[in-house]
Each structure stands twice: as C-alpha cells, then as structure tokens.
Nanobody, 123 residues
Framework: EVQLVESGGGLVQAGGSLRLSCAAS????????IGWFRQAPGKEREGVSC????????YYADSVKGRFTISRDNAKNTVYLQMTSLKPEDTAVYYC????????????????WGQGTQVTVSS
C-alpha cells in the first residue's frame, strides 16, 4: 500500500520557521520525484517545491524561493521542506506527492498523495 505521511505543521508567528517531513512507504521511493503542494482556503492548489529522483535537482515556486529548502533522504524514504521567514500568506494545508518528470511540472501521480499537514502563520 502506497503511503505518504506529512508531519511538522503547526502554528507559528510571522518570521518563524517550520520543517515539514514526508515519510513514504509502499513504493520504490528513490525512483520518484517528490513535490510539496499547498492549498489555502478558497484558493487553488499550487506546487511549492519539488526534488527530482535522480540528481536531486530542486525547484521552487517564486513565492517561496529563498525562504524554503527541499531535501530528501533516500535511506529514510523521507523528503523535508524547511520553511523560514514564514509569512501569513504561507498559511495553507501542505501536501506531499510523488510527481511525474519533469519535476518542475508539478504533475502528481494519482493516489500517491499524503493527507496533508496544516501550517498557520499568524501576523
């Protein structure tokens, strides 16, 4: 059974930091690029960051570039999203998902999604 489980969300003040984790199981993790997505109330889902499977190339949405850092540990089947200098507009449910190449298209594989973790940034 494919599972992706996000953790690390919470409530933080503007300017603060959080680190999200995405623990995967049930598939060959290092064969897949993994993306982080977010969805705020009333807004469409957007791709935030992605890390490729082969060479570890990373991609970021313009809105988070310079503030967020994605990384992966294939030995632990886990992807991380380090978020710094958080802003109220970063408030959303954050999801991880396996994505089809190229990573930067943020095209998720059906059913390879986590349940999400809430991030709330207060002003």
């Amino acid at each position: 059974e494919v599972q992706l489980v996000e953790s690390g969300g919470g409530l933080v003040q503007a300017g603060g930091s959080l680190r999200l984790s995405c623990a995967a199981s049930g598939f060959t993790f290092d064969d897949y690029a993994i993306g982080w997505f977010r969805q705020a109330p009333g807004k469409e889902r957007e791709g935030v960051s992605c890390i490729s499977s082969k060479d570890g190339s990373t991609y970021y949405a313009d809105s988070v570039k310079g503030r967020f850092t994605i990384s992966r540990d294939n030995a632990k089947n886990t992807v991380y999203l380090q978020m710094t200098s958080l802003k109220p507009e970063d408030t959303a449910v954050y999801y991880c998902a396996a994505v089809f190449p190229p990573c930067s298209d943020y095209d998720p594989v059906d059913d390879y999604w986590g349940q999400g973790t809430q991030v709330t940034v207060s002003s």
